[in-house]
């Protein structure tokens, strides 16, 4: 009998709502024999928790568990010493899967191709076994409709930022732009608001926790305590640009 050929596919599980998973992530991890995911030592880890109950009985998990997260600086040598060698880890262990045949589901929370872990195994293995990636909600798409407000309108530019960038360049960038999304937040939310201030937007900025998740929180930054940083969550500020004027007459 001829040997089956392998492959990784990777399903994009959207901002957090198993609801909101795509009818076609939702097929391939129901019937997956490996199903792998990313998650902190120790931890379920936020990708296993939305699948929760959707596995096939007898699915092999395969827990990829970081060797750091936030224990030391991101920009030091040994972190990116230390996640380099966990990817191409990784990428071996899911090279001889599909070598041997298997089919193997990674999950990745929102969507693979925006800022998710999985597109450092993509580079690993798109030359080497086939690869396919599944489309999933972005996780800011999710909490921007949580705030049940528009985030852009007519001409409004959209700049999306991470937390870690130096407070000078987020003013800048926050200075220059309608509508902002600001991720990786948590041991940077103070950085993050205190940019808000000097840019004059943060009257206007809504921290969200935990978007189209349990747990849900919506809330004013500049009403949540200073001390408050909440890992899973993201800073928004809504564009206000042109639009027709309701109400007007002809």
Not at 35 to 53: D, L, P, S
Request: hydrophobic share 45%; with cysteine.
């Amino acid at each position: 009998m001829a040997q089956t050929q392998g492959r990784i596919i990777c399903a994009g599980l959207g901002p957090g709502d198993p609801d909101l998973i795509s009818v076609r992530s939702d097929r391939v991890i129901r019937s997956g024999r490996h199903i792998a995911y990313f998650r902190k030592a120790g931890r379920q880890g936020q990708a296993r928790r939305i699948v929760e109950g959707m596995l096939a009985p007898g699915a092999v998990e395969h827990a990829m568990e970081y060797p750091v997260t936030t224990e030391i600086p991101f920009d030091s040598p040994d972190y990116n010493r230390a996640l380099a060698e966990f990817y191409d880890d990784w990428a071996a262990r899911l090279h001889r899967l599909v070598a041997a045949g298997e089919e193997v589901v990674v999950l990745c929370e929102g969507d693979p191709f925006f800022y998710g872990s999985f597109m450092h195994l993509y580079v690993r293995l798109k030359d080497l076994v086939p690869v396919e990636v599944i489309p999933g909600i972005p996780g800011m798409v999710g909490c921007w409709n949580a705030t049940g407000v528009p985030i852009t309108w007519g001409d409004d530019i959209l700049t999306v930022l991470m937390g870690t960038l130096p407070e000078a360049e987020l003013v800048r960038h926050m200075a220059g732009s309608e509508a902002l999304a600001i991720m990786k937040t948590g041991r940077n939310l103070p950085r993050v608001r205190r940019a808000l201030a000097a840019a004059g937007r943060l009257q206007d900025a809504w921290l969200i926790e935990r978007g189209t998740m349990p747990g849900q929180r919506v809330a004013k930054l500049a009403d949540v305590d200073a001390e408050d940083c909440p890992y899973f969550a993201i800073v928004l500020v809504h564009g206000h640009g042109r639009r027709p004027v309701v109400g007007a007459e002809e």
